[in-house]
C-alpha cells in the first residue's frame, strides 16, 4: 500500500513562509507526478502545483512566482515551499502521487492545515 504523509503545516501571517513535506512510502521515482491540492471549507479541491517525474513542474496561477515545488527522490519527499503566503492561501493541502498505467491510480496523504492570519 502507497502511504503519503503531509507534515509542515501551521499557523502563520500574512507575508510569513511555510515549507509543507509529503514523505513517501515507497520510491517516488515510480510515480509519474507529484502534487499539492488544496481545499478550504465549502470549496472544492484545487491543483496548487505539480511535478513530473521529469521534472517540469506547473502552478496555480494563484500561486505562481510565490511557490516553489521540488522533488527528493533519494529521501522520497515532494516540498512545497511557500512564500508571501496570503489570507486566502488557508486550507488544507494534500499530497498526491499519480501512476499512469492499466489502470490509472492517485494515491491520497491525510492532508495538513495551513492557516494565514491577516
Known amino acids: 500500500q502507497v502511504q503519503l504523509v503531509e507534515s509542515g503545516g501551521g499557523l502563520v501571517q500574512a507575508g510569513g513562509s511555510l515549507r509543507l513535506s509529503c514523505a513517501a512510502s515507497?520510491?517516488?521515482?515510480?510515480?509519474?507526478?507529484m502534487a499539492w491540492y488544496r481545499q478550504a471549507p465549502g470549496k472544492q479541491r484545487e491543483l496548487v502545483a505539480a511535478?513530473?517525474?521529469?521534472?517540469?513542474?506547473n502552478y496555480a496561477d494563484s500561486v505562481k512566482g510565490r511557490f516553489t515545488i521540488s522533488r527528493d527522490n533519494a529521501k522520497n519527499t515532494v516540498t512545497l515551499q511557500m512564500n508571501s503566503l496570503k489570507p486566502e492561501d488557508t486550507a488544507v493541502y494534500y499530497c498526491?502521487?499519480?501512476?499512469?498505467?492499466?489502470?490509472?491510480?492517485?494515491?491520497w496523504g491525510q492532508g495538513t492545515q495551513v492557516t494565514v492570519s491577516s
Open positions: 498526491k502521487a499519480l501512476v499512469v498505467g492499466i489502470p490509472i491510480r492517485n494515491y
Open positions: 511535478i513530473n517525474s521529469g521534472g517540469p513542474s
Open positions: 515507497e520510491n517516488i521515482a515510480s510515480f509519474n507526478a
